[in-house]
């Protein structure tokens, strides 16, 4: 745990108990601060007081005794609208933060030199910051690994001289973090989404900007615009990351061609063009940043290609779950949109594709360049209408319904395949909600029915 010791002696409201909201009333809590939680849900709120948290519930206290009010992330800040905590905080004149703005606090006071590591994009941060940390793991550096990706920041040991934490952030994560100053900062790329919760594109790149304009060095990819942007507006202390699809974007960037990752004078520093684990142009991005940070920490090449050539991989990211005869059936659960199910399509061939689920705005309508890659589709869940509507005359399909129906005519229809790895690769291009309570369920449910098959 790190405790939170920038609020001791005063009183702090607390709205959101699930893992990460628990973790920071505990840390306030053993930094002498006194919490006043709440939850929506009773669950929560019981076992915050079986616990020994204050609980009340927030509507009838006065805001004017709180120093601050602790959001947990996934609470609404200004989008489709304010909570009514957030209305209640504003009225007193009360600062709103999350878990993050407390350990950056936290880190300035007690360790303001302690190596922390932020790693945002709309897509493929929970891999890169997974690799991060399993390269510095590697060579045998005390890592603390947790944010987005899993484990509460605050749940982590505290910072520093000789701790390196590796941390994801979500774009709600870092709206509630006014004053974030890591000490290495990566965008890897912005693509629509979540725009219910940021209200524009225009505002939610912003908010992604916002991790790199207080970081001391700034790690950014290029192949996107809007991150192209944000990178030229970095006066200094930059490293641009580019997979060129042609002719490179920027001759001053880390580059990564057919898996070798080049530095800005054209020397080969890194390949992981035979890591399993990485394959895909998206990981080549993925292993370019993880060699810049590990980089900028002190490692030398050596050291990062012993690290990436063990990296497991990451649960529900193309993760190979078996090979069943000639056919690899392939995880990849964790693909909710259809910018995310493009790096695996563009992966395999001869692919049997699981998709369904409840879809994002523009469905599936982006990857019709990647069709001829398909062999079959195989649908589930509710947006099984409109994704056969984009397929027809274009992919045979075969409505299943359930991912266990899928699996099965899945697997059927790989086996009888003549290519020499047919592939069935579960990336829906959803999200899980309509039948599945998340992509982790969804994904190991996909586990364990493959594991099952004769």
Not at 72 to 90: C, I, N, Q, R
Not at 91 to 97: D, S, T
Not at 421 to 439: G, H, T
Request: with cysteine; net charge negative.
């Amino acid at each position: 745990m790190t405790p939170v010791t920038t609020f001791a002696g005063r009183r702090v409201a607390l709205f959101g108990l699930g893992a990460s909201g628990l973790a920071t009333a505990l840390a306030l809590k053993a930094g002498g601060a006194a919490v006043v939680a709440w939850d929506d849900h009773a669950e929560g709120v019981a076992k915050a007081s079986g616990q020994g948290i204050e609980t009340a519930d927030l509507r009838e206290t006065d805001f004017s005794q709180f120093a601050a009010l602790i959001l947990s992330p996934g609470v609404p800040l200004t989008h489709p609208a304010p909570h009514w905590t957030v209305a209640l905080a504003e009225a007193a004149g009360v600062e709103i933060l999350g878990d993050i703005e407390l350990f950056c606090r936290e880190r300035r006071k007690v360790a303001p030199g302690a190596p922390f590591v932020a790693i945002t994009g709309t897509n493929g941060k929970s891999t890169t910051t997974a690799l991060v940390a399993h390269i510095l793991r590697a060579a045998g550096r005390d890592v603390q690994m947790g944010g987005n990706i899993g484990t509460a920041i605050l749940s982590l040991a505290p910072p520093a001289a000789d701790r390196v934490h590796v941390v994801e952030l979500s774009s709600f994560q870092i709206d509630l973090t006014p004053s974030l100053d890591p000490s290495v900062g990566v965008l890897l790329n912005i693509t629509p989404d979540h725009l219910d919760r940021h209200g524009t594109f225009a505002q939610y790149a912003a908010i992604k900007a916002r991790l790199i304009q207080g970081s001391d060095l700034a790690i950014v990819g290029i192949d996107d615009g809007p991150s192209r942007a944000i990178a030229e507006r970095r006066a200094d202390r930059l490293v641009r990351i580019h997979v060129p699809r042609g002719a490179a974007l920027s001759a001053d960037a880390l580059t990564v061609r057919d898996g070798v990752v080049s530095d800005q004078a054209g020397a080969p520093i890194a390949n992981v063009a035979a890591i399993r684990s990485l394959r895909g142009a998206h990981n080549g991005q993925n292993a370019a940043v993880a060699v810049a940070v590990a980089r900028s920490l002190g490692l030398d090449d050596a050291a990062i290609q012993v690290g990436l050539e063990s990296f497991p991989g990451l649960p529900h990211r193309m993760e190979e779950v078996r090979v069943r005869g000639r056919v690899l059936f392939v995880n990849d659960s964790k693909a909710t949109n259809a910018d995310s199910t493009e790096k695996a399509l563009t992966a395999f061939r001869d692919i049997h594709w699981i998709l369904g689920g409840k879809a994002k705005d523009g469905g599936i309508f982006p990857l019709v360049p990647y069709f001829e890659r398909i062999a079959h589709a195989y649908l589930i869940g509710a947006a099984s209408d409109s994704f056969a509507a984009t397929l027809e005359g274009a992919v045979p399909y075969t409505r299943c319904a359930t991912l266990d129906a899928a699996v099965a005519a899945a697997a059927a229809g790989a086996a009888a395949s003549a290519a020499p790895e047919p592939v069935v690769l579960l990336s829906p291009a959803c999200a899980s909600y309509d039948q599945f309570r998340s992509f982790e369920q969804r994904g190991d449910v996909f586990r364990d029915l493959v594991r099952a098959l004769d």
